[in-house]
């Protein structure tokens, strides 16, 4: 089969930097996770009073998982095992989908089809690419989990568990290629599985039986309609039994089979769902290069938006723990250590939330900007700017667009946070506190965005992975560098670091000024550059 | 008259470098008002590059472009009022249908009465026989060449770049885009067309411009062009002897091909061999005028018998522009 040796290696060629990186990240995130819990948590009775804590607040359940008792490697699952679920499916959903819908979407399938291979081999590459993705993936965590001291047995088991994840979302991402048109579409599709299965596990482990000294959750019936649902049902490290991953392993076959019949009765470049049509005529609100800078971007706000409302909600809803163990509690002094802020508990646990909700908001000034170069990347960009519009006025219209959506993410999650507590009574002022927090998460958003555009006006082919690269070293910096315990200079370098402290005794805009200023100075240095630069595609 | 009308374009010792290849290296541009400009060359030659810097899209090196007499760079946006653009290779945004691009690239450039552009609109859509309802990524190559022509044509301008404008559309489409420019021209446009289709810039243009490795080669109207090259003559072989042959003044490169006799002869010249062709009593004579073919042959064929290598017009093309192009 030299055909299939080709394929194979044609992908692993393709992904080799892309596939490691991931691998690397999260590995590492395993390792520093155990090590940083085991410093922050490395006693029993503390460990004791943040589970207590979490089953009596299903909001935190929802986001990590069903405690299985305060013992050291059970806290580490249930802190951070869903996430790492949710990470390994996004993974496979964008791996089988770029060397599948999209391979077919740009007509590169229909070259390697005109060869003398059968049809299903490259779907087979792909698949079989995907499953050696999914097997370093659990090598790499679980090495990395006895690298930290934990049990080899439960090692092994989160490695596998994690993988047979992967695999389920592998052949969702698949299938989402047999069924929609695009490569968007099918990313999208895929990673809203991925999403999906998370919420579901986490509303059954929302809803599942608590036990009578707070430490253990028995999920109920919806955490076993998410593959998510069924990795953490084989409880590393505690039950440790791998017989729940069977239904990973089955989905997976079902769905990758389904995927081959499709494939095998349809044409070449066609989908289940074919092509929508649309107007034949715009309106009146595509006239200008804002409209169109709008249109192009309105469906991913509106899928940030939604992240923020339920990051909001999630966090307003933790209200109610605020009067049950007072502001003295260990877990406070935790998440200020987290967020340097707020005086009250529920206040301090309102600050992480909006940190999380900034750097959704900076998330979405980024790509506002690689929307920009996207434009420019495919020649689109050509026809408007072969018209008479500006090429200043062209970048502030995407801008623009980044700056709206920036204030939309932020005020959906205001608005949700502020209901969400209203809805369980919390304490005073909590609306309060919500819009003020999401108001101080406003400058590092706009710093990243003009940032973002500078790059894109100096080195424009750099744009998409120098903006996600600096807001997820951002991102990590400023959340973690205090936990892992990097040196000052290093978490000063990240703009959420100088997030304005708006809440507690000791609030501060300073840092919000500052960032501001030096937005805007990008932000004027991107326009003036902008018009000496070519328009080019590379 | 000609006081009032001045050059549309003009272009003086233009250069443009992308590392240390140079696409353009001294070209020169003239196009008048009311002509059809023929803008020749093979790929790479730079005619891209020459209309990208036309259109302010990219700075050139060296050298000055002007259109309308304006700064190509710095007066962009007035220019850009005046002018309409179809690239080469028409890229359209996905999710907007192909009547959403046009609207949408039609408001950009000014709609000055809602009801003349409805109007054309429909015309434009019925003659290339374009579905405007459809998404742009459904488009096939054709297909999105004529959402970029209907554009263009639908709101009138004053000059027209057009950038291989033709490239994937059917003969029947090609027929209806040449229709259409000649109205756009009657009403009064100029037009700049670059192609490598020789017959197309035959049928439409005035004038050429031949460019080379990024410099004009070869610039006047195609009836300047003829008389600089040799007309093809040819008749039976049957009861000739070599010596008549010989005897046919200015005839050159004589050849005896299955059963007829071929030269050329300088198309000043023709004259002067015909009473000699009438004195042999020639059966199934033919006269072939030099078709653009040979013009452009002239300056590029003879290359491939040089010592120079036939792919070093290939080799100026920017080394982004080919990636770009494979790339997508």
């Given at each position: 089969m030299t055909g299939l040796g080709s394929l194979l290696r044609q992908r692993i060629r393709r992904d080799r930097v892309q596939v490691l990186s991931w691998l690397l990240a999260i590995g590492a995130l395993v390792f520093f996770a155990a090590t940083a819990l085991e410093d922050n948590f490395g006693g029993q009775a503390q460990r004791e009073v943040l589970l207590r804590l979490a089953t009596a607040n299903p909001a935190i359940v929802v986001l990590r998982g069903p405690p299985q008792g305060a013992d050291f490697d059970a806290l580490f699952i249930f802190s951070i095992f869903a996430f790492l679920g949710l990470l390994a499916g996004l993974v496979n959903t964008f791996l089988a989908v770029r060397h599948f819908r999209a391979e077919e979407e740009t007509g590169r399938a229909e070259l390697v089809a005109a060869t003398p291979i059968p049809r299903l081999l490259p779907l087979t590459a792909t698949l079989l690419w995907g499953l050696i993705v999914n097997l370093l993936l659990a090598l790499m965590v679980s090495g990395c989990c006895v690298a930290a001291g934990l049990d080899v047995a439960g090692s092994i088991l989160t490695g596998v568990a994690l993988g047979a994840i992967g695999i389920s979302f592998l052949a969702v991402g698949l299938l989402a290629s047999e069924l929609m048109l695009t490569s968007r579409a099918a990313n999208g599709i895929a990673a809203g599985t991925v999403v999906l299965a998370y919420l579901a596990r986490g509303v059954g482990d929302a809803l599942g039986a608590v036990s009578d000294d707070g430490l253990f959750v028995t999920s109920a019936w919806p955490s076993w309609l998410s593959p998510i649902g069924w990795g953490l049902a084989s409880h590393p490290f505690t039950a440790n039994d791998a017989t729940p991953l069977v239904l990973n392993v089955g989905l997976a076959t079902v769905l990758v089979a389904s995927a081959c019949l499709l494939h095998v009765r349809r044409d070449s470049g066609a989908s289940v769902f074919g092509a929508g049509r649309g107007r034949a005529t715009a309106r009146a609100t595509l006239s200008g290069s804002l409209g169109l800078a709008w249109r192009l971007q309105w469906p991913s706000v509106i899928g940030w938006a939604l992240g923020a409302a339920l990051l909001g909600a999630f966090g307003g809803a933790l209200g109610t723990i605020a009067g049950s163990d007072g502001a003295t509690n260990p877990i406070a002094e935790q998440l200020r250590a987290l967020s340097g802020d707020g005086e009250s508990l529920s206040q301090a646990f309102l600050s992480v939330i909006f940190t999380a909700v900034g750097i959704l908001a900076a998330g979405c000034a980024v790509q506002a900007v690689i929307r920009a170069r996207q434009e420019e990347a495919v020649t689109t960009a050509e026809l408007v700017l072969a018209a008479p519009v500006r090429r200043v006025r062209w970048l502030a219209d995407y801008l623009a667009v980044g700056i709206a959506a920036v204030l939309i993410v932020l005020i959906v999650a205001a608005v949700a946070a502020s209901l969400s507590a209203a809805a369980v009574d919390a304490e005073e002022g909590a609306a309060r506190d919500a819009f003020a927090s999401a108001l101080a998460q406003l400058p590092a958003a706009l710093l990243y965005l003009s940032l973002v555009a500078l790059v894109f006006v100096l080195w424009p082919r750099f744009t998409a992975p120098v903006g996600w690269g600096v807001l997820v070293a951002g991102a990590f910096l400023g959340l973690f560098g205090k936990l892992v315990g990097l040196p000052e200079w290093a978490e000063n370098l990240s703009p959420f670091s100088h997030t304005p402290v708006a809440l507690g005794t000791e609030v501060d805009w300073s840092g919000g000024f500052v960032m501001i200023a030096l937005a805007l100075v990008a932000g004027v240095g991107a326009s003036v550059l902008l018009e000496r630069r070519d328009i080019a595609s590379m | 008259m000609f006081g009032f009308m001045s050059t549309v374009i003009q272009a003086r010792n233009l250069q443009k470098h992308f590392g240390r290849v140079h696409a353009l290296d001294g070209l020169d541009l003239d196009v008048q008002p009311g002509e059809i400009h023929g803008f020749l060359g093979p790929n790479g030659a730079g005619k891209s590059t020459t209309i990208r810097i036309l259109l302010g899209l990219a700075r050139p090196t060296g050298g000055e472009a002007t259109v309308f007499g304006q700064n190509s760079r710095t007066d962009a946006v007035s220019i850009h009022c005046r002018l309409a653009y179809v690239p080469g290779d028409v890229s359209l945004w996905p999710n907007l249908t192909g009547g959403e691009a046009i609207d949408l690239l039609s408001r950009l450039r000014g709609i000055r009465s809602r009801d003349e552009y409805d109007r054309r609109k429909r015309h434009l859509l019925d003659v290339f026989e374009l579905?405007?309802?459809?998404?742009?990524?459904?488009?096939?190559k054709g297909n999105r060449q004529k959402v970029a022509l209907v554009a263009a044509f639908a709101v009138p301008a004053e000059l027209y770049l057009l950038d291989e404008p033709t490239s994937g559309l059917d003969p029947l489409m090609e027929a209806v885009f040449r229709r259409e420019l000649s109205e756009r021209v009657a009403d009064g446009g100029t037009v700049l067309l670059s192609s490598h289709i020789l017959s197309e810039v035959e049928q439409l243009c005035s004038r050429v411009s031949i460019i080379r490795a990024g410099r004009r080669v070869e610039e006047g109207s195609l009836a300047e062009l003829r008389r600089l090259t040799r007309t093809e003559v040819s008749f039976s072989a049957a009861n000739l002897t070599e010596a008549d042959l010989a005897g046919i003044p200015a005839a050159r490169d004589v050849r005896i091909d299955s059963g007829r006799v071929a030269f050329t002869v300088d198309s000043a010249t023709l004259l002067e061999a015909l009473p000699v062709l009438a004195a042999l009593r020639v059966e199934g004579l033919t006269i072939t005028p030099p078709s653009l073919e040979e013009l452009f042959l002239r300056h590029y064929g003879l290359d491939r018998n040089d010592a120079q290598p036939p792919t070093a017009a290939v080799a100026a093309e920017p080394a982004h522009a080919r990636h770009a192009r494979s790339g997508r």
């Open positions: - | 579905d405007p309802s459809k998404k742009g990524r459904t488009y096939s």
